[in-house]
């Protein structure tokens, strides 16, 4: 779907979308419409329960006295509330009700409504992105679907004054295209995503200048990563990781570091998982995608900042060489670890990539992201992903970048007890607490052990936001590519030279 910004003297065609604010305020263009219309649009509104609260639409066929096909009103709520995020729901909802009412464009007409505080440049970019984001689809594998079961909506046209201002701040689309090859590297089936061939779509980023290496199982091998080769080692798919660097920044300038699981299918190993919602776990490299591209995002803006991204890639597979639970496998740290449960996998390639990041780049920081536990879901559901992190200031940073973009994060908690409880009695830890409680947070502190000294560190538990079964907002159903927005904004808000 194609995005343009105009200038709002050709709304008089097509599908044309107005904003209405609460208590039926109408915009000044859906003034105009409703004067062309000799008062249709006051008149569809009283016949209805639209008020112009936040995410309500109503729609007018074919009203005489405009060209317009089409007219929906949409609901921004109170005005003075309409914030960015609420703008980008409008679009998505927008694009949605278009493609349902088999609609072949959509113009929205952005004007200034009374009370509202977002500046008509910044509103019309985000009402844009949200549309753009919602019609992200993954269908290459849909050869039979028919034509009218397809989304119709070939343009999406934002209409509003100083469209130019509108286009700059719009960026070319940037964030959809980051988001977008997030997505697709997450949707892909893992017969097609495996270490190699995703080690592969990191390559591509070298377009973009970020440079990018490739360490195989015979270098992984040298450095001593025993932690990831033992997950690994019972794949017919070669294990890799990927290191991806973008220096934007000044020469001096530690870099962020990202850190991302990349498990491309996780069986469980030896300790397999049941059959059912098994093929779920072809998102279990969402840490990583959101790496890939949130790097994708950085270096297409060029942001002037340095990141190195690492990310683990493995497939977790029970075999004749696969590792058994009670082996001890030797991390590059130097630390040993009890491997009580295959399927607690996860950590274990994060360990060494975390490590290798630290011991090679000394970032200035670091987050990690990863589907890392089903118990995360327990405790958040859907909504939010766990925070977890060893330094306050830094953690409340993550969490109003993910705050400013939607991908919400809600801060759990560390702590000594929990520490002990992945103590190994042959090693020196053990990769699963001895109880089923608190199963994200052993997890966190597994990772926790292999951060030197007082790096900040965050680590995003995102098991149950990866991916959604549910369209909404400028999120359609599948992969979400939560994480990419937020490292982007975590950067652009407290590490970019400005
Ligand atoms: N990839 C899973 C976590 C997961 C579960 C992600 C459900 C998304 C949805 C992870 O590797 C895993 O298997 N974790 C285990 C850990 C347990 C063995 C300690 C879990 O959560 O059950
Ligand atoms: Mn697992
Ligand atoms: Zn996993």
């Not at 984001?133 to 594998?141: E, T």
């Not at 973009?405 to 090693?427: F, H, K, Q």
Request: glycine fraction near 12%; hydrophobic fraction near 45%; charged fraction near 20%.
């Amino acid at each position: 779907m194609k995005v343009s910004f105009v200038e709002p003297s050709r709304l008089n065609a097509g599908n044309v979308a107005v904003m209405v604010a609460d208590g039926r305020v109408l915009s000044p263009s859906a003034q105009t419409l409703d004067k062309q219309t000799k008062g249709a649009l006051k008149r569809a509104i009283n016949a209805s329960r639209f008020t112009g609260k936040k995410g309500q639409l109503l729609s007018l066929m074919a009203p005489a006295g405009t060209k317009a096909d089409r007219i929906t009103l949409v609901g921004i709520g109170k005005a003075s509330a309409l914030d960015a995020l609420s703008a980008e729901a409008m679009g998505g909802a927008l694009l949605a009700d278009a493609n349902g009412a088999g609609q072949k464009t959509l113009t929205v007409a952005i004007d200034t409504v009374p009370g509202v505080k977002l500046e008509l440049a910044a509103l019309a970019a985000c009402v844009a992105l949200g549309g753009k984001l919602r019609s992200y689809r993954f269908d290459k594998y849909r050869t039979k679907e028919k034509r009218e079961a397809k989304p119709t909506v070939a343009t999406l046209s934002i209409a509003v004054k100083g469209a130019s201002a509108a286009q700059r701040a719009y960026n070319g689309g940037k964030a959809a295209d980051a988001v977008f090859f997030a997505r697709d590297l997450v949707s892909e089936p893992a017969n097609v995503i495996y270490p190699v061939s995703l080690a592969a779509k990191c390559k591509e980023l070298t377009a973009l200048d970020v440079k990018v290496e490739i360490l195989g199982v015979a270098a992984m091998t040298k450095l001593g990563m025993g932690a990831i080769l033992g997950v690994g080692q019972g794949s017919a798919r070669e294990s890799q990781m990927v290191i991806m660097s973008w220096n934007g920044g000044p020469k001096d300038q530690k870099p962020v570091g990202f850190i991302g699981k990349g498990v491309c299918f996780d069986t469980g190993g030896i300790s397999i998982k049941p059959a059912g919602g098994m093929e779920d776990m072809k998102w279990d490299m969402g840490g990583s995608a959101a790496v890939i591209g949130a790097m994708h995002l950085l270096a297409a803006r060029k942001a002037k900042v340095n990141v190195v991204g690492v990310v683990g890639l493995v497939e977790n597979m029970p075999s004749g060489t696969a590792q058994r639970p009670g082996d001890v496998v030797t991390t590059m740290s130097g630390q040993t670890v009890e491997v009580i449960n295959t399927d607690a996998e996860g950590r274990l390639v994060l360990a060494d990539a975390i490590w290798y990041c630290q011991k090679k780049y000394n970032p200035q920081c670091l987050v990690d992201l990863a589907t890392l536990t089903g118990a995360i879901i327990i405790s958040l559901g859907h909504e939010q992903a766990g925070l977890f992190a060893n330094d306050d200031a830094f953690a409340d940073k993550v969490a109003a970048a993910g705050k400013a973009v939607g991908d919400n994060l809600w801060r759990m908690p560390l702590g000594e007890a929990y520490d002990r409880d992945i103590n190994s009695d042959i090693a020196d830890m053990k990769n699963v607490g001895s109880g089923r409680g608190a199963g994200s947070i052993t997890a966190a502190q597994f990772i926790k052990r292999f951060v030197i000294g007082n790096t900040p560190w965050a680590h995003l538990d995102i098991a149950g936001t990866a991916w959604t079964n549910k369209d909404g907002g400028s999120t359609p159903k599948g992969a979400t590519a939560f994480g990419v927005r937020l490292l982007d904004r975590l950067v652009a808000d407290n590490y970019e030279a400005k």
